[in-house]
């Protein structure tokens, strides 16, 4: 009886409904088979979860830092992160694993577009006392003025300059938060524009001691070499070299598709292509990179692959898109050092089952991305110096560190 009553609340069946006179009676063969193949259904599904659970233990294990809900900003070396902590700004000690010096204590949490963080230092704003203003049906605060603070450099955090002019993040260069002179950009691209070329780089992709740089396309040209990475010297204002950065893929490419960068370890940058558009069925993937060596003279180009993100997106899909289609809530970001690079796919279209931290693997059977951290969740993931680890603040607002298994 005791087997009977475990098979029962297996099959979800009365217990008497097995006995020798209730299944003859109450049983039908094809009851019997639906019932059996909905079991197996739910094993199968059961498998798939653990699999998705377990699919990153091979390659990576993430530790949880504690306090919990602090959020990296950036790395100032391999041992300490800047981290924002309830509206400080900390240096936090990775061995230890707990903040350590407290760099800024009123940090504005609540205008996170005016923030630039680097490893060297930061410009962001600060939080100002409030003045209580009065209308017809209540008193509610506001901030008398806008500041920002920039820290030339963390280990001398005392050192500042504050203004009130409202420096936001694309009016920065992001490697070292410099302002940008728009005025000058401007009148670089409306140069390079008169010459038949197509700008496809929206922001600097360099240092700005390194001097400026747009990638462009030839309006006219279809074929896979149409790009051109254009160097202009620090204080330059005409281009001082022209760089052909041909295709690491059989594709054109792409006008839809805006040219980024991040700067590795070794001083040498890594420029990409970023689209945000998933659909199989448009034929955008794979893209290119290329690594743009110091000296800034010679590139090499290589293929970033599809992953598991690119999927054909059916009428359904394009209809849960609303208003502006997918590409507007998915995000592909490149970060990476030493070599190593990282791709975070996120965003409310993208599936919870594709989304997370992927590694870029090359070997002599081509390229592909193996997951790391399986998560759907926004901010930043930011690689350690010797490019083994990535910390990032998950969709609970939860520090994590994610270290690579068998990573030189």
């Given at each position: ?14 217990t ?67 981290v ?30 005016w ?10 704003a600060?939080a ?38 409202s ?13 940008i ?10 140069s ?29 040209e ?5 790009r ?20 690491a ?6 006008d ?27 034929g ?37 898109c ?38 870029l ?48």
């Amino acid at each position: 009886m005791g087997n009977q009553t475990w098979l029962s609340k297996w099959l979800d069946v009365p217990t008497h409904f097995l006995s020798p006179v209730g299944f003859y009676t109450n049983f039908h063969l094809p009851c019997i088979s639906m019932i059996l193949v909905t079991k197996s259904v739910f094993i199968f599904l059961a498998a798939l979860l653990l699999t998705a659970c377990s699919r990153t233990d091979s390659v990576s294990t993430i530790v949880a830092l504690e306090p919990k809900d602090a959020i990296p900003l950036a790395w100032r070396n391999s041992n300490t992160l800047i981290v924002d902590y309830h509206g400080s700004i900390y240096a936090y000690d990775i061995s230890a694993r707990k903040l350590n010096q407290r760099l800024v204590d009123n940090y504005d949490t609540t205008s996170p577009h005016w923030n630039c963080f680097s490893p060297n230092g930061g410009r962001f704003a600060i939080a100002l006392p409030v003045r209580s203003t009065n209308t017809a049906n209540s008193a509610r605060p506001m901030a008398t003025e806008h500041k920002t603070r920039y820290i030339p450099d963390w280990t001398r955090s005392e050192s500042y300059v504050e203004d009130t002019n409202s420096i936001q993040w694309w009016n920065t260069n992001p490697f070292d938060c410099s302002p940008i002179d728009h005025e000058e950009r401007k009148r670089k691209i409306a140069s390079l524009e008169g010459e038949g070329r197509f700008v496809r780089s929206p922001s600097p992709l360099l240092l700005a001691r390194e001097g400026d740089a747009f990638v462009t396309l030839n309006r006219s040209e279809s074929g896979t070499t149409g790009r051109i990475l254009h160097l202009f010297s620090y204080g330059a204002k005409v281009t001082s070299r022209e760089i052909s950065l041909s295709s690491a893929t059989n594709s054109p490419p792409s006008d839809g598709s805006d040219i980024l960068s991040f700067r590795d370890s070794d001083g040498s940058y890594v420029i990409f292509e970023s689209n945000s558009d998933f659909d199989a069925n448009r034929g955008i993937w794979p893209l290119t990179a290329w690594r743009l060596f110091p000296g800034l003279t010679t590139v090499s180009a290589f293929v970033l692959p599809s992953g598991p993100w690119i999927q054909p997106h059916g009428f359904f899909k394009s209809l849960s898109c609303f208003s502006c289609g997918c590409m507007c809530y998915a995000h592909f970001e490149l970060t990476g050092a030493y070599g190593h690079i990282y791709a975070h796919v996120h965003g409310q279209s993208v599936e919870d089952a594709a989304a997370g931290i992927y590694k870029l693997i090359r070997d002599k059977d081509g390229a592909n991305w193996v997951l790391v951290v399986a998560a759907n969740f926004s901010g930043k993931a930011l690689a350690s110096p010797e490019g083994c680890r990535v910390a990032y603040s998950d969709a609970d607002r939860r520090l994590q560190l994610v270290e690579i298994k068998n990573c030189k």
